[in-house]
């Protein structure tokens, strides 16, 4: 199958006719960044890059799109005036692309789109509308499990304790290594976190079994998952323009591990994937072209994944109930997104 480059287009790939296999879901989405600005303009800044990525993957041992349809969505940008309000609509954007006949995969944007990506992930029909069957694998600098940063509990600093807030399961983190007392006092105490510290598994001499071991959970998962990669878990040397780049961090063939694991494992079915906190360089491409490449891993993964049946296509689950305006009447407790 010959495909047509289209400009600012995933890959360069042109829209191919008929449904979507694979959408890349633009999220131009900044409210609550900290440090570095930007991240408005990653995505595309992301996209445009990818056009020059390599088609071939070598695990897979095809180009992509490998014989599937991969649309590029139109940037999504919010119009409601509030932070909350712009979070019931990036749900409800998001919700559209977890009817069971797809894999989304969702370019930030600040990593504050995690919990309303993950409030519409309760529709996936795998996730059977509770979303405590759901698990979080998270890459990332920063444990994101603060209760709020600046007033602002749907912080980008508080992008992982909201998600489990909003009813995921299970969160798994690797690359950690900027965190307060607040979140290690909330990993040692919540068993619904495992973390695996940065200083563990990048140590000079004893990381290469702290590594494995990272290896060995995402081995032991189960069930549905969604995979959130922050690029700033990368070393600060591979995305220097993301917001908050740090040193110590995953090189980049651990993310590429991580990705090629997580969707090798054939108990877990990977539902839908973001790579967020992308930045557009000024003095070069390296951080975007860094972010197009591992979300073309993640693309990859899910075309042999789907190949191999470890994804399949499933009906719509309509029965589950929707609330639009969830994140507006968020009372800031631990509950459910019922
Ligand atoms: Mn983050």
């Avoid at 749907?154 to 304790?161: E, K, Q």
Wanted: charged share 20%.
């Amino acid at each position: 199958m010959s495909v047509d480059f289209e400009e600012g287009a995933f890959l360069g790939l042109s829209k191919a006719s008929g449904p979507a296999d694979i959408a890349v879901v633009p999220l131009a989405y900044e409210l609550t960044t900290s440090y570095g600005t930007g991240a408005c303009d990653g995505p595309q800044a992301c996209l445009d890059a990818s056009a020059q990525v390599e088609l071939f993957d070598d695990r897979l041992g095809k180009d992509l799109p490998a014989g599937y349809v991969i649309s590029t969505e139109p940037v999504w940008e919010g119009g409601a005036p509030t932070l909350r309000g712009q979070l019931d609509e990036m749900a409800a954007h998001a919700r559209s692309f977890y009817s069971g006949n797809l894999f989304p995969l969702f370019l930030g944007g600040e990593h504050g789109i995690l919990p309303p990506l993950i409030h519409a992930a309760r529709h996936h029909p795998a996730v059977e509308g509770d979303l405590a069957n759901l698990t979080i694998v998270q890459l990332d600098a920063h444990a994101d499990l603060r209760s709020s940063l600046d007033g602002e509990i749907f912080s980008h600093a508080c992008a992982a304790s909201r998600s489990l807030d909003v009813g995921a399961g299970r969160l798994l983190q690797a690359g950690v290594r900027a965190y307060s007392k607040e979140e290690l006092v909330r990993i040692n105490t919540d068993n619904r976190i495992t973390t695996s510290f940065a200083k563990h598994t990048q140590h000079p001499h004893s990381g290469g079994e702290a590594w494995k071991a990272w290896l060995e959970q995402l081995r032991s998962l189960s069930g549905p998952v969604h995979f959130t990669l922050d690029i700033d878990g990368l070393d600060g040397a591979l995305v220097p323009a993301t917001g908050t780049p740090v040193p110590g961090g995953l090189s980049f063939w651990q993310a590429v591990e991580t990705i090629e694991t997580l969707f090798a494992n054939p108990k877990v079915m990977v539902i839908s994937a973001d790579v967020n906190e992308i930045v557009a360089q000024a003095d070069g491409v390296l951080t975007q072209f860094t972010a197009a490449l591992l979300a073309t891993k993640v693309v990859a993964s899910h075309v042999l994944a789907r190949d191999e049946g470890r994804w399949k296509v499933m009906a719509a689950d309509e029965d589950v109930p929707f609330n639009a305006a969830f994140f507006t009447e968020f009372d800031g407790e631990a509950r459910s997104s019922n």
